[in-house]
C-alpha cells in the first residue's frame, strides 16, 4: 500500500497528469472543428452536384 501512495503522491507532483489532459482538450476541440467543417463542406459539395444533376437532366 505505501508503494501505491508513493505512486500516486509521485503523480500527483509531476506534470504528466495536465499534459496528458492538455492534450486530451486539445485533441476534442481540433475534432469538433474538422467535423464542423466537414459538415458544412459536404453540405456546399452536395448542393453544387445537384446542381450539376438538375443541368444535365434538363438536356
Known amino acids: 500500500m505505501s508503494?501505491?501512495?508513493t505512486r500516486a503522491k509521485s503523480f500527483l507532483h509531476s506534470e504528466d497528469g495536465p499534459t496528458a489532459?492538455?492534450?486530451a482538450v486539445m485533441l476534442?476541440?481540433?475534432i469538433i472543428v474538422a467535423l464542423g467543417a466537414i459538415t458544412g463542406l459536404g453540405s456546399t459539395v452536395n448542393g453544387i452536384f445537384g446542381d450539376v444533376n438538375t443541368q444535365l437532366t434538363g438536356l
Do not use: G, M, R, S
Request: glycine content about 0%.
Open 3 to 5: 508503494n501505491f501512495l
Open 21 to 23: 489532459t492538455e492534450y
Open 28 to 30: 476534442a476541440l481540433i
